[in-house]
């Protein structure tokens, strides 16, 4: 059974760099998959933020790309997201997924962690 | 980026009914859309990938149809269990982008 889990700061300061692990056990992460960041305003709906492959290959959402850098460790079976310049509108629960697939088609994020709520303010 | 629009966005329904939510795409997306159901205070959890194939584990009153544009999620018989926010993702490209979300709320 593969499990997700988020850990970083809870708290960031305006125009500071949010960063957040992932820290994945029971499955490798150089397996076929996409591993990806979500995230949820308190009280809206969710955003996907961007991806990784175990080869390091990424892919971003253009509405954060100038600002968000996910990397992989996979001697650590981690992998993470950094934001920088973070605003107030930044403040939402975090969520790390694995993107399943099958014949190189999308079947979805069967795995999720608990999420961590990342609050902007001063 | 491709919008995904869901209707409605908010729905009060009885245990037993017959419940369906829809999700239209600004392009077409031919079958990579999948359907998530989020609790209060939990991750989200994937029901139906590929438009129409359950996840393992999920119960058969869940189901999902529709290719192209327009993609429907089915609970054929609401149970306690099911009263939540449902989202629909498309996986064509990129971003990946949700719709709206839709609350189901018991009458």
């Not at chain 1, 809206?44 to 933020?49: A, D, F, Q, T, V």
């Not at chain 2, 966005?9 to 999700?23: K, Q």
Request: aromatic share 10%; net charge positive; hydrophobic share 30%.
């Amino acid at each position: 059974q593969v499990q997700l889990q988020e850990s970083g700061p809870g708290l960031v300061k305006p125009s500071g760099t949010l960063s957040l692990t992932c820290a994945v056990s029971g499955g490798s992460i150089s397996s076929s998959n996409w591993w990806s960041w979500v995230r949820q305003p308190p009280g809206k709906g969710l955003e996907w933020i961007g991806e990784i492959y175990h080869s390091g290959s990424t892919n971003y959402n253009p509405s954060l790309k100038s600002r968000v850098t996910i990397s992989v460790d996979k001697s650590k079976n981690q992998f993470s997201l950094k934001l920088s310049s973070v605003t107030a509108a930044d403040t939402a629960v975090y969520y790390c997924a694995r993107l399943d697939s099958i014949a190189a088609r999308p079947k979805g994020f069967d795995y999720w962690g608990q999420g961590t709520l990342v609050t902007v303010s001063s | 980026a491709i919008q995904m629009t869901q209707s409605p966005s908010s729905l009060s329904a009885s245990v037993g009914d017959r419940v369906t939510i829809t999700c239209r795409a600004s392009q077409g997306i031919r079958n990579d859309l999948g359907w998530y159901q989020q609790k209060p205070g939990k991750a989200p959890k994937l029901l139906i990938y590929a438009a129409s194939s359950l996840q393992s584990g999920v119960p058969s009153r869940f189901s999902g149809s529709g290719s192209g544009t327009d993609f429907t999620l089915t609970i054929s018989s609401l149970q306690p269990e099911d009263f939540a926010t449902y989202y629909c993702l498309q996986d064509y490209n990129y971003p990946r982008t949700f719709g709206q979300g839709t609350k189901l709320e018991i009458k």
